[in-house]
């Protein structure tokens, strides 16, 4: 099934456009690397105080951003670079992101962030950037691991999916509700909605 589209614009011209693109990579040597890149452009040509004249489609800022991170999704190693930004000093900042060694990324994760590097102590555009690959690093490590589990546990002859602990998709969004049925079928130890005749009530873990 082929997702929906936006509907028709009304006319218009395009003027700012900012891309951003993570991917994760599992390393040979057991930790994962998640790595984003953003750019924003303008549509126009425009002058800048440091850079001069800018043509258009040229980086008013481009900025890369290495986490390395362990099965547990700790950052084990940071990496941030910025490559193009307004002015010349945007990049001597990037030492600060040193500051996100030891968080794990899960609950807590944003306001660790903020903490840390929110507002002057560091840089707006590459803590933008630590949103989407936060759940880069999730879509990258928890299907591998979960998937490597399911495989552990069929040639064990146990069940695939519910091994008692509490999964780590739980209440993250409507679809793992845990009165929903997607947890129904496959975490029924941690479902909290309606049983069926005869079966048991499912408590969702702290």
Known sequence: MSAPSLSAPAAREPIHTRRVTCQGFRRADGLWDIE?????????GFHTEERGHLEPGTPIHQMWMRLTVDDKLTVQAVEAVTQDS?????????????KLVGLRIGPGWTRAVKDRLGGPKGCTHLVELLGPLATTAFQTVYPILAREAAERAKAAGKPPHDDGKRPALLNMCHI???????????????????????????????
């Open 176 to 206: 793992f509700d845990s009165n929903g049925e997607v947890v129904r079928r496959h975490w029924p130890a941690h479902y909290t909605g309606e049983q069926g005749e005869g079966s048991a009530r499912g408590e969702a873990a702290d």
């Open 86 to 98: 307004p002015y010349n000093a945007c990049g001597s900042i990037t030492p600060q992101f040193q």
């Open 36 to 44: 984003g890149h953003l750019t924003d452009v303008k549509s126009y």
